[in-house]
């Protein structure tokens, strides 16, 4: 019976210690008050209030008198605040009074601070997309540019066949083949936006393209999609995934061996692993191989956590993720877990 209830309350005590441990941690050197300034990213301002900043979420409280209360400015002062005996995140009104009273609201003048650093995420969210290799190899191909030349940019015409796909369209090279390491599964097709056009005439066999903007040269291959004017999303939040996600990086932006701090990454779960934009996940390097001298066996080290990413784009069976913090340098092949 003694044992019996030593071994319920150690069960107890690991429960308790779970829960606790399943929230929000504040630092123990949080500040009481913060000025947001140029610059600063919601992942930066978490992580100064928190230990686990994916937890944003469960401390940010609106503030009904301020001018777009979920919205953060460089400018604003953030204050720590006590509601129902809980510590919460508010912005401070502009008289310096926190208090959710009724009050003449102020319109910011400048932009809000995006979740995470944008210049390095930017291109994917905007001329990247993922699709089948069907629906690539199926699309329009550019046959040569005017009078005869075999690369062009923007202000020039090109000629494509195939149907037309609309009346604006987007210029895409076929880049990077994803299939899961494991399983060998096919996840998609890495397509990157070249240009931006509008088709001018249609023979019923050859488009004429005249391209609006370029971001390289377009080339003879080069497909044609429909164009999406996809505005970058600056809102998402911190957050953790809602299921248990378990998978690796497969690829990196740039094709460079070591990964560290604000290099984009892909990973082998998509949203029907449950992983939603913003999402965070904890980046595990993998364990070297030893040999044991007893057995001459080879045996894999155990995997040991060494960086957080944020999830920035999904797509089913995929994702982008871009690397917030690295302990150390990380590779492809590296597991990602939930924080």
């Known amino acids: 019976m003694r044992k019996l209830l030593y071994a319920l309350a150690a069960t107890m005590l690991l429960i308790t210690t779970w829960a606790q441990a399943a929230g929000p941690e504040f630092r123990s050197d949080h500040p009481e008050r913060y000025t947001v300034v140029k610059g600063d990213t919601l992942w930066d301002i978490s992580s100064r209030f928190l230990n686990n900043p994916w937890y944003w979420p469960e401390i940010w409280h609106v503030n009904p008198q301020v001018s777009n209360p979920h919205l953060i400015y460089p400018g604003d002062e953030l204050a720590l605040v006590y509601i129902g005996g809980k510590q919460r995140i508010t912005k401070v009104a502009s008289n310096g009074v926190v208090k959710l009273s009724p009050q003449v609201r102020s319109q910011p003048i400048d932009t809000p601070i995006p979740a995470i650093p944008l210049d390095a995420i930017s291109s994917f969210l905007t001329d990247t997309r993922i699709v089948t290799a069907e629906l690539l190899e199926g699309a329009p191909y550019v046959l040569e540019g005017e009078d005869g030349r ?121 949203t029907r692993e449950g992983l939603d934009v913003g999402n965070v996940l904890a980046v595990f390097r993998s364990g070297n191989l030893v040999r044991d001298p007893v057995t001459g066996e080879t045996i894999e080290l155990p995997a040991e956590r060494a960086g957080l990413l944020m999830v920035f784009q999904t797509y089913e069976k995929l994702s982008y993720g871009l690397v917030l913090k690295a302990s150390r340098p990380l590779t492809i092949g590296d597991q990602v877990r939930n924080p």
Do not use: H
């Open 150 to 270: 075999i690369v062009t940019g923007a202000g020039d015409k090109i000629y494509a066949r195939g149907d037309k796909p609309a009346n604006k369209v987007g210029v895409f090279r076929r880049s990077n083949v994803y299939t899961d390491p494991e399983t060998n599964e096919f996840l998609g097709l890495e397509a990157r936006a070249i240009a931006q056009g509008d088709v001018t005439a249609d023979s019923g066999e050859v488009l004429t393209v005249l391209l609006k903007r370029s971001s390289e040269e377009v080339r003879i291959g080069d497909r044609l999609l429909v164009s999406e004017d996809r505005a970058i999303n600056t809102t998402f939040t911190p957050s953790a995934p809602e299921n248990d996600v378990e998978g690796e990086m497969i690829s990196v932006d740039g094709g460079v061996t070591q990964i560290g701090q604000y290099d984009v990454v892909v990973i082998n779960r998509g």
